[in-house]
């Protein structure tokens, strides 16, 4: 028997699987299953017809490059609609700033590798979306947790922060933030606040990574295009490293996103993703390039705001019914999450079992949380008072209207259950959150 642990590099010891991606097998596994828990985009949105006219059209054996290796920038028409794209964002671009990356979960992995050194810190909104606290652990990268306030990241907490940080010798490199309605909280960063974090990330010479997935998914009842003005479209001196993606827009398989950063880095970051994947798969640039030139992206943009908004209403509905006032939530002004405060008592992670049995599944909100720089004289937080202990992420992005509903009621009968079970704790079930991490 060969101890295949014993052959791991020191990073390869501390890469673990995402807790979120783990339960999307769940779900495959159990149809009856309700899921809340990854963000996935809608099936009855994708554009079967559309994409089956657009493959026929680029597998008609006329034109080799299509099944090609290409570019490991991008395909080039691609770049070009993207500097488009970025134009109507506000931001003036240009080819030797861009790269085509395999989701931009892969954006974010070559960033950490070209940018961070092990032990270097980067600081994060508490919570943060947990595809960026796995690409910055995968590096050893330590990440240094902090709070937000309704319009985003708590600004004098993040000086606060960094000051500490720097005082006790610790390099500090990036900025992490989701400014449009963020990955797990479902907030947006104040337009004020975006122009102050800019000039903040001047003064201290750190780098901004503004990941942008949900823009394009406002909800049109309570926000609209200049709430989600990008901090880059502001970012004259280049500190703001800009990621988007097609696949909440178009579909996640493509696997088809963009990074946009001041040409020398984009550069190193070329150079990393060639070691990675030489380039992202050109038949899905194709497929993304032609849904867009064809306009088909732009007519379904409007379609998907009106479908997650009306999720959305399904959900806050559902909620209120089933909870009255013992559970609350920021409402999502957009993109796929509702991030609930479920009543004191309740411990969401111990709660996963027991929802798991009512047929239903979530994220604890602890999955979240990160703050992996221990400084002098900070005192650690007792067990019970473990941050996002009583907060769950639930994604309305996926399920039907009837699903939303249903899934709602098991979790407040799962909740109900869980409330009975504190008061007479025979009825406890196995510690079992842990079951699923
Ligand atoms: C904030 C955030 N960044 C990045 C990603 C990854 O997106 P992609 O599918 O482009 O890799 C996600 C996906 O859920 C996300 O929520």
Not at 70 to 84: A, E, K, V
Not at 285 to 301: N, T
Request: include cysteine; aromatic fraction near 8%; proline fraction near 6%.
């Amino acid at each position: 028997m060969i101890d295949y642990d014993s052959f791991l590099s020191r990073a390869g010891e501390q890469m673990q699987a995402s807790l979120i991606r783990r339960m999307g097998t769940l779900l495959a596994e159990n149809r009856d299953l309700i899921s809340f828990a990854p963000g996935y985009p809608a099936h009855e949105t994708f554009l079967w017809a559309e994409f089956r006219t657009i493959a026929r059209d680029l597998l008609s054996g006329q034109d080799g490059d299509v099944l090609q290796y290409g570019p490991t920038r991008g395909f080039r028409p691609l770049l070009d609609l993207l500097i488009g794209i970025m134009a109507a964002r506000g931001v003036a671009t240009s080819a030797d700033r861009l790269l085509v990356t395999t989701g931009s979960q892969q954006g974010l992995d070559l960033i950490a590798r070209v940018l961070l050194d092990p032990g270097d810190v980067v600081l994060v909104e508490l919570p943060t979306y947990t595809g960026a606290i796995t690409a910055f652990r995968n590096v050893q990268g330590q990440m240094a947790g902090v709070p937000q306030e309704a319009d985003g990241i708590d600004l004098a907490a993040l000086d606060e922060v960094y000051l500490r940080l720097v005082a006790a010798g610790r390099r500090v490199r990036l900025l992490y933030l989701v400014p449009n309605f963020q990955n797990p909280t479902g907030l947006l960063i104040g337009q004020a606040k975006r122009r102050r974090l800019l000039e903040w990330a001047e003064r201290r010479n750190v780098l901004i990574v503004e990941d942008d997935p949900y823009r394009e998914l406002y909800f049109e009842d309570s926000a609209c295009e200049a709430d989600v003005r990008p901090m880059k479209a502001d970012d004259v001196e280049g500190r703001v490293i800009y990621l988007s993606s097609f696949s909440k827009t178009l579909a996640p398989g493509y696997r088809v996103a963009w990074i946009d950063a001041p040409a020398a880095l984009s550069a190193k970051l070329e150079v990393a993703k060639q070691a990675e994947d030489l380039c992202t798969g050109g038949l899905d640039q194709r497929m993304v390039y032609e849904a867009a030139h064809r306009g088909i992206l732009d007519r379904q943009i409007p379609v998907l705001r009106k479908h997650y908004q009306a999720k959305r209403d399904v959900m806050v509905e559902a909620l209120r019914r089933e909870f009255g006032s013992s559970v609350s939530w920021p409402a999502p002004r957009g993109g796929f999450f509702l991030w609930a405060t479920l009543p004191e008592a309740i411990d969401a992670d111990h709660l996963s079992a027991r929802a798991l049995r009512h047929g239903v599944i979530y994220v604890a909100g602890d999955a979240f949380f990160v703050d992996d720089v221990r400084l002098p004289g900070k005192a650690q937080p007792a067990p019970e008072e473990r941050a996002g202990r009583n907060l769950i992420r639930l994604s309305f992005s996926a399920p039907p209207h009837d699903r939303i509903r249903q899934g709602v009621a098991r979790l407040a009968g799962a909740v109900r259950e869980e409330l009975a079970a504190l008061r007479d704790p025979r009825d406890r079930p196995a510690p079992a959150g842990q079951a699923a991490r």
